[in-house]
């Protein structure tokens, strides 16, 4: 088949072009012809490496994804041949007693395809049944492979972790990042009212048109946290921060937080490191979560919202799997508003 593949660590330069063999499949699991991948940026630092990470190599590289099913193993029996499907990227033992309780995310062997397993940027991949999805007839399989990683990254973290409220007021930095965007859609479909910060004029509009109630330019107002508080929120403050900017974000974040308030993080595009004034969480008793992926009942929850339309994965622009380089490239470059995509076969 044909896939998007590392031999060595490195720049997005290492990313190859060629043929392997095709995954055989295990009794519980399916063979997905694969349609269509989305970029995160969970590929780049997987290209780059981390101490810890030990990849067998060759390595497939690709979180997300959709495609048809193209053969299933022989206990398989909740999909059949032919079904269009989404696939959930988390992928976990479903045995121990964390699985067992519905916390995938918790498995010791909990992982992200393309992370630890071969991913989806290549012609066929192999997930276990419980990892697939079937798509509605009248949906369309370039946005089932858009929205999986980060709408479920978002629910999880506004649901689950924030317990959103439509009173609510949540601050998402960087609105043109994956998880924003299906941060910015989630907040606004709990009626919550929404801040949002980028830096230019188009991705200002875009975050209006997906439902951000106030969109900031961040360049043009470098201390955009003191605008929030003073003029946004009446010097309030807001409720959550649902943050995957880290470094640039972080701190201000928490100066912006009112007593009670609730700092959601999910990563750290812009760096791992930030300086914290304590005091601003024990005076305003702050709560500041950490959020990774999802478990499976979250993940069918926000996918039956996606396809009955109520939210929608933003897709920026589409590269042919051939041009993966300059595709990883400019995701690199964060010049993005919403998903990348990949289209495989
Ligand atoms: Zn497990």
């Known amino acids: 088949m044909k896939a998007a593949f590392i031999t060595q660590h490195g720049d997005p330069e290492k990313i190859q072009i060629g043929e392997l063999d095709t995954p055989q499949i295990g009794p519980n699991e399916i063979l997905i012809e694969t349609r269509f991948g989305a970029l995160n940026h969970i590929d780049l630092f997987v290209v780059k490496g981390w101490p810890g990470l030990s990849l067998k190599m060759p390595h497939v590289l690709g979180s997300d994804g959709s495609g048809i099913v193209e053969e299933i193993?022989?206990?398989?029996?909740?999909?059949?041949?032919?079904?269009?499907?989404?696939?959930n990227p988390g992928i976990s033992c479903g045995k121990c007693v964390m699985c067992l309780a519905g916390k995938q995310n918790f498995c010791d062997e909990f992982s992200i395809l393309g992370e630890n397993q071969w991913g989806t940027f290549a012609e066929h991949i192999k997930v276990p049944e419980i990892n697939a999805i079937k798509i509605p007839t009248d949906f369309t399989l370039i946005k089932a492979a858009a929205a999986p990683l980060t709408f479920l990254t978002a629910w999880?973290?506004?649901?689950?972790?924030?317990?959103?409220?439509h009173h609510d007021v949540?601050?998402?930095?960087?609105?043109?990042?994956?998880?924003?965007?299906?941060?910015?859609?989630?907040?606004?479909?709990?009626?919550?009212?929404?801040?949002?910060?980028?830096?230019?004029?188009?991705?200002?509009?875009?975050?209006?048109?997906?439902?951000?109630?106030?969109?900031?330019?961040?360049?043009?107002?470098?201390?955009?946290?003191?605008?929030?508080?003073?003029?946004?929120?009446k010097k309030k403050g807001v409720d959550i921060v649902i943050d995957s900017v880290g470094h640039e974000t972080?701190?201000?974040?928490?100066?912006?937080?009112?007593?009670?308030?609730?700092?959601?993080?999910?990563?750290?595009?812009?760096?791992?490191?930030?300086?914290?004034?304590?005091?601003?969480?024990?005076?305003?008793?702050?709560?500041i979560k950490g959020s990774t992926m999802s478990n499976q009942?979250?993940?069918?929850?926000?996918?039956?919202?996606?396809?009955?339309?109520?939210?929608?994965?933003?897709?920026d622009r589409t590269y042919n799997l051939d041009e993966i380089v300059e595709a990883e490239k400019y995701l690199g470059k964060a010049n993005q508003f919403g998903k990348v995509i990949l289209k495989i076969s």
């Not at 999880?156 to 409220?165: D, T």
């Not at 069918?300 to 109520?310: A, E, P």
């Open 156 to 165: 999880r973290m506004l649901v689950s972790r924030a317990k959103i409220q």
């Open 250 to 287: 972080f701190q201000k974040s928490i100066r912006l937080l009112k007593p009670g308030g609730r700092l959601i993080t999910c990563g750290a595009t812009t760096g791992p490191k930030s300086q914290i004034d304590i005091r601003h969480i024990f005076w305003k008793q702050l709560k």
């Open 73 to 87: 193993g022989s206990e398989v029996t909740t999909l059949e041949k032919g079904d269009r499907v989404s696939i």
């Open 170 to 233: 949540v601050f998402i930095p960087g609105a043109g990042g994956g998880v924003a965007t299906a941060a910015i859609q989630i907040a606004k479909f709990f009626e919550a009212e929404v801040i949002t910060s980028t830096s230019t004029q188009e991705k200002m509009e875009r975050a209006k048109m997906i439902g951000a109630d106030h969109v900031i330019n961040y360049k043009e107002r470098p201390d955009f946290e003191k605008y929030i508080y003073t003029e946004l929120t």
């Open 297 to 315: 009942k979250e993940f069918r929850d926000v996918m039956n919202l996606v396809f009955s339309d109520k939210i929608t994965p933003v897709i």
